[in-house]
């Protein structure tokens, strides 16, 4: 099975990816770094079964690329600044 997990570099996000790779699901970690920190991505990027997209959601092409093959997906990215999101609606996932 294949995983893709968006806001993969969060607290929530990390975790889950650290699960999914201990139940042997292969994961492609989804994130544009915006709030994610690399570090929580730690023991997840010496797991030969996970493959970091460094990318914003609103990159269309990148995203289909990252959901070819993939089984399902858990939705974890989201806008931490809420005065951007209600300013810019059609940014805000």
């Known amino acids: 099975m294949k995983a893709l ?3 993969a570099a969060g607290f929530i996000g990390s975790h889950l990816v ?3 790779l201990a139940e042997g699901i292969e994961v492609i970690g989804y994130d544009n ?3 994610g ?3 929580f991505l730690e023991q997840a990027l010496g797991n ?3 493959e970091l997209v460094e990318a914003d959601l609103l990159n269309q092409s ?3 690329e990252a959901m ?3 089984d399902f997906v858990w939705h974890l990215a989201a806008n931490a600044d809420v ?3 209600t300013d810019h609606p059609c940014r805000d996932l």
């Open 83 to 85: 005065r951007f999101g």
């Open 62 to 64: 990148r995203l289909d």
């Open 33 to 35: 770094f915006s709030t």
């Open 18 to 20: 650290d699960r999914l």
């Open 48 to 50: 030969a079964n996970f």
């Open 37 to 39: 920190q690399r570090s």
């Open 68 to 70: 070819r093959g993939v």
């Open 5 to 7: 997990v968006t806001g």
